[in-house]
């Protein structure tokens, strides 16, 4: 398909002890980790945990009170959201924000456009990452009328033509029906071992957290708990504590 | 990309357009000068419309302050004519330069400082009224006694100078409300058009996709401001008078946008469909209440019908009118 991303191994994560205050609350407390190109690491913990807000801080969105952001070794300080997009850095939101009174071939050729200027190429590569996301059939419909989990893969859809080289994926799959997981897991994967894109994703749904990661970051209360291999992070104490529970693992 | 516009409509609309040009192509030879004249003030609506519709209807600015720039486009224009011999088809480079200078300083301190919504309407209103203050203290522009301009019998028309007949200025403002639709339809399916309606939308996530706020807010207002003011160019010459007590005014303003908020914001016929209601609506209850020594008669009416149409078709009048005739595109384009 055309909607091939940008290949080689590139879009290594560094973060250096970041935090981020809300008033009282410490949302983020230095943290630090990284993720080397072409790997997936997932970002887990429970709700208030600070993910998104690492997020916003990674994409740009929100300034950090402490430490930096590194793309593949150079620093993200001080570039707004649009610039670090067009550094390589594709993101959702974890509540959707489509362009509502757009088309989705319209929506994802937005993301298309940071890299051409060529408004008809913008929008034959959407429809190619559409096609790749199984929303193929819906091209011309606009976002009100598709299903929420449909709109998950929109903002999935819009991140990606963007052409990144590192995607944050914040709980794209929560809502989504086992098989759906599965496929989108697929495609992830598929991603991930054809192109080396690197991924960093928030999520609740183990069975994809599990599928997919090389490695697990456990945030909790804002710190970073652990940062280790699924099954080592899975049987730490602290994290079984704090979090998941033995039932999250069924 | 013309042809790309033509080849996206559907055939239903494209004849719909043809017998619409046409018709107003050949009016001055088939009306009355009564119905010349309330035919040009529905198509400077219309093409004034159609400039600030590009700035809220498709990059999502509200300005409330578009008085401002027809003001600055008209008094520029008429000065260097009055006071300098300066052509208006050289002067009009002026009315733009000011316009769009006014306009992108609005709009930096507006997108710079992160003043959105209503608040970003209140500066564009704190800046039309602000500058007609000014202006009516400069004695050189005429001040509060106002700016004429030097009416002469006319035996020709004279386009380089704006001075000629009603159907001269009727054919003027057609053509520029033609271009201007022309320009809006080829913005809005550009790359530009569509980087506008995701900031419309959604700025933050725009933003996320790569979307450079700051730069395509500040691309929007420069085009608005400066189609505005050659729209006020047209009108120095075309009335031939400017009092900085009406021009620069918030009712001069909401007259400008009243059209597209009727006819449908973000549309393109919208602005043109607007016009071509409320300015006939207006000179009808004119006519009705004449003679009645009713002042407020014909605003509250006007009101009434403007309110009634908002209420019952709160997205305007063109997306419902556009399904009725069925003009919806094969695919892709824009309405
Ligand atoms: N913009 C904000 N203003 C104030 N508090 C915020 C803001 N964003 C997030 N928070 C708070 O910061 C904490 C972390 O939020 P968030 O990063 O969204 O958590 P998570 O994504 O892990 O569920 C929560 O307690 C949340 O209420
Ligand atoms: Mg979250």
Known sequence: ?250 | MIARVIESASPRALALLAVVTAALLIAPYLVDSYVLSVLIIVLYFAYVGQAWNLMLGFAGQLSLGHALFVSLGAYTSAALFIKFGVPPVIGIFAAIAMAVVAGCLIGYLGFRFSIRGVYFALLTIAFAEFTGIIVDHISWLGASSGLFLPVKNQQSNDLLNLRGSPTMFYYVILALTGFAFALCSWLLNSKLGLYWQAIREDQEAAEASGVPLFRYKMIAVAISSGLTGIGGVWYAFYYNNLFPETMFKTSQSVEIILGSVVGGVGTLFGPILGAFVLTPLGEILTAATDGMHLDGVKSFFWGFCVAAIVLFRPQGLWPWIYDVLGLAPKKEGKR
């Open chain 1, 1 to 250: 398909m055309s909607a091939s991303v940008a290949a080689g191994s590139a879009g290594a994560l560094t973060v250096r002890n970041i935090s981020k205050r809300f008033g009282g609350l410490v949302a983020v407390s230095e943290v630090s980790f990284s993720v080397a190109a072409g790997e997936i690491h997932a970002l887990i913990g429970p709700n208030g945990a600070g993910k998104t807000t690492t997020f916003n801080m990674i994409a740009g969105a929100q300034l950090p009170d402490t430490g930096d952001v590194l793309l593949d070794g150079v620093s993200l300080a001080g570039l707004r959201p649009d610039q670090i997009c067009r550094a390589g850095v594709g993101r959702t939101f974890q509540i959707v924000r489509p362009f509502n009174e757009l088309t989705l071939v319209e929506n994802v050729a937005v993301g298309a456009l940071a890299w051409t200027d060529d408004l008809a190429e913008a929008r034959d590569y959407a429809r190619g990452v559409l096609e790749l996301l199984g929303l193929g059939d819906k091209k011309e419909a606009r976002p009100s009328s598709i299903t929420l989990p449909d709109r998950k893969c929109l903002e999935v859809a819009r991140a990606l033509a963007t052409k990144p080289k590192l995607l944050l994926l914040d709980e794209v799959m929560a809502g989504l029906r086992p098989t759906e997981t599965d496929r989108m897991v697929a495609i992830f994967k598929k991603l991930n071992a054809d192109t080396g894109l690197t991924i960093l994703l928030i999520e609740h749904v183990m069975r994809a957290v599990m599928a997919l990661s090389h490695r697990v970051l456990v945030l909790n209360y804002g710190r970073l708990i652990a940062d280790g291999k699924p099954e080592e992070v899975t049987r730490d104490p602290e994290v079984l504590a704090c979090y998941l529970g033995a039932e999250a693992f069924d």
